[in-house]
């Protein structure tokens, strides 16, 4: 359902827009140098360069401050600057977006939440004093995800690199390496994350500051401790690591660069920039996060591990982009059925209205609206189970009418699949607070109107939903129940089935996919209990909490205590179950019976 018919020529159409316009730029410089430095004097060519570079200066303060620019790639600000400036009143739509790109093309200006927030407080206040600490920092190289920070620990290879594994049919697949270094550093979290201890973890880091699935662990720990700063500065930490991994040919806005999640080595990626993505969302940069979104759909768009189209409608509403969003709907509905979804079916609407209220022409406004509500009869007809939760998130009291009709009542929320239903929580949860607009809901009460109209006089189509509800939804799949987990949606977990929930959920790793590609495995941990003498393995069995401690180190070998010392522990173990022991006279009777306490009859 989700993961919908395989591609192959998906995403051949990419327009590396940005170096193209590079490059044509700096050939016309040359070409001005050139033609300056043969018709005036070095003198006056000096001069000419001073003040074109003053020229230069003076423009990029101006795009810095927020200012629009020729540059297609502005044309979401433009629309983002039309919707605030407007306050809710009509202006006229913005251009569409450019044909050109593809519609998974991640755009670097976009992937740093300065970006977004100079729009909102001014470069000053985003950048004023970052601009100091940045002239003295020391890194390797610059990065697009994230800006190395000072504080962090002086950046050395942790054994993390990527490889090129094949490309064909327009598309590369990479895949990231551990060296054995890195498998060791690996092996070692592991048995961290098994004690249970976050300090361990913490230990781990000190010697290895930029291994990536500490970062990421230890992130976690921090945010339930609600400790949201240190939790984004270690996801942070743990961008810039495998950033600096990446191969050279491995682009993030291509589009074209492939990232198979069954390899357990790549996961961390997937991982880390949803975690990022989701500080972003919080922090109020949704335009950011779509970016991100975008770019972790890009790795792998047709199994789409992450199940991330559960998502960027929201990201895309939030954002107000509106246009992407129809725009991804109108592409990829024809071999990846996303109006099968719900929270497609319904924001792909509710974008249709929102840019509706934009239109400045009465033929534009029509025909938006027109579109909208034929969307949200759609979305109502196939999916009347969501109504209901979705006026109760909005405190909207329903009409009499429409809550005790048999479509809309409570037996159409009772009736629907686990998996639908599991669905709905999920999308409900989210982006319901998108809805509240009076409006938006006066909008919905007229459509709502019309489909139990079309209820009452039999309309077929309300039948063939119905059969297709049955058919469709019977089990949801992995990526959907790994989704649901890493968005922490109460309503979602709380529907998730029991052969998920009573699974062991890692931070690090979140619901394994089954055909994983193992490049190393971890090596049989030598306990202490198989190797133990006789006597040794017999007061375990009866004693839990014996052990005798130094036995075996992690790699195997003699180590800790010596023999004479685990033989003394042993001993010690002997006398203080020996002095446990007490031994009752069974013939003798019991003085403590009370009278009234015999047999059972």
Same mark, same amino acid.
């Given at each position: 359902m989700v993961n919908g018919e395989r591609s192959d020529c998906l995403l051949a159409d990419v327009v590396t827009g940005n170096k193209r316009r590079s490059q044509c730029g700096s050939a016309e410089t040359r070409k001005d140098a050139e033609v300056a430095g043969k018709t005036a004097p070095p003198e006056q060519f000096n001069v000419s360069c001073k003040l074109r570079k003053k020229k230069k200066k003076q423009k990029n303060k101006k795009n810095s401050a927020g200012e629009t620019s020729e540059n297609g790639l502005e044309d979401i600000d433009r629309i983002l600057e039309r919707i605030e400036d407007s306050s809710g009143l009509s202006r006229p739509g913005p251009p569409p977006l450019s044909t050109k790109k593809h519609v998974l093309y991640v755009e670097h200006r976009h992937l740093n939440p300065d970006t977004e927030l100079k729009r909102y407080f001014g470069a000053r206040a985003v950048l004023g004093e970052q601009r100091p600490r940045q002239r003295q920092r020391v890194y390797p190289k610059c990065t697009w995800l994230t800006t190395p920070k000072s504080t962090w620990p002086r950046y050395t290879k942790p054994g993390l690199s990527m490889r090129l594994l094949e490309s064909k049919k327009g598309a590369s697949s990479?895949?990231?390496e551990h060296s054995e270094e890195y498998q060791q550093t690996q092996h070692k979290f592991l048995t961290a994350v098994e004690s249970m201890e976050p300090n361990n973890i913490v230990v781990l880091l000190q010697t290895s500051p930029y291994h990536v699935d500490s970062l990421l662990q230890l992130s976690d720990a921090c945010r339930f401790q609600e400790d949201q700063e240190m939790a984004r500065d270690l996801v942070e930490r743990a961008l810039y690591s495998l950033e600096c991994a990446c191969h050279p040919l491995f682009s993030l806005t291509s589009g074209t660069c492939r990232l198979d999640y069954r390899r357990p080595e790549n996961r961390s990626f997937y991982l880390a920039l949803y975690k990022q993505m989701s500080f972003l969302e919080k922090?109020? @940069?949704?335009?950011?996060? %779509?970016?991100? @979104?975008? %770019?972790? $759909?890009? $790795?792998?768009?047709?199994?789409?591990? $992450? @199940?991330?189209?559960? %998502?960027v409608d929201h990201l895309a509403l939030r954002a107000r982009c509106y246009e992407y969003l129809i725009r991804l709907f109108q592409e990829w509905e024809a071999h990846r059925n996303l109006s099968q979804l719900p929270n497609f079916a319904f924001s792909v609407p509710l974008a249709y209205f929102l840019l509706s209220q934009q239109a400045d022409l009465p033929e534009q406004l029509s025909s938006e609206r027109e579109k909208a509500s034929l969307l949200i009869r759609q979305a109502l007809t196939m999916f009347p189970g969501a109504l209901m939760p979705l006026l109760e998130y909005c405190s909207v009291r329903p009409d009499p009418a429409v809550a005790s009709h048999r479509f809309f009542g409570p037996d159409a929320e009772i009736s629907q699949p686990p998996a639908l239903s599991q669905l709905v929580s999920l999308y409900l949860g989210r982006?319901?607070? %998108?809805?509240?607009?009076?409006a938006t809901m006066s909008w919905l009460e007229e459509n709502v109107r019309e489909v139990l109209q079309a209820v009452d006089a039999g309309d077929p189509a309300v039948a063939a939903c119905e059969s297709r509800r049955k058919v469709l939804y019977h089990h949801a799949p992995r990526n959907i129940h790994r989704h649901v987990v890493l968005s922490e949606i109460k309503e979602a977990v709380a529907a998730l089935p029991p052969d998920v929930t009573t699974q062991s959920v890692t931070g690090f790793d979140p619901l394994p996919p089954l055909d994983t590609i193992y490049s190393y495995v971890r090596p049989e941990r030598l306990s202490p209990v198989s190797h133990g003498n006789t006597i040794a393995l017999f007061f375990r069995s009866l004693l839990?909490?014996?052990?005798?401690e130094g036995e075996m180190t992690e790699d195997g070998g003699p180590g800790g205590l010596n023999h004479n010392q685990g033989l003394n522990r042993l001993m010690l173990a002997l006398r203080d179950m020996m002095a446990n022991f007490h031994f009752h006279d069974l013939e003798a009777p019991?003085?403590?019976?009370p009278e009234g306490d015999g047999e059972w009859d």
């Open positions: 990479f895949a990231f922090r109020g @940069c949704p335009r950011t996060a %779509l970016e991100y @979104c975008k %770019l972790i $759909l890009s $790795l792998e768009p047709d199994e789409d591990p $992450l @199940c991330m189209l559960l %998502l982006s319901h607070f %998108l809805w509240k607009e009076p839990p909490s014996y052990t005798t019991r003085e403590d019976t």
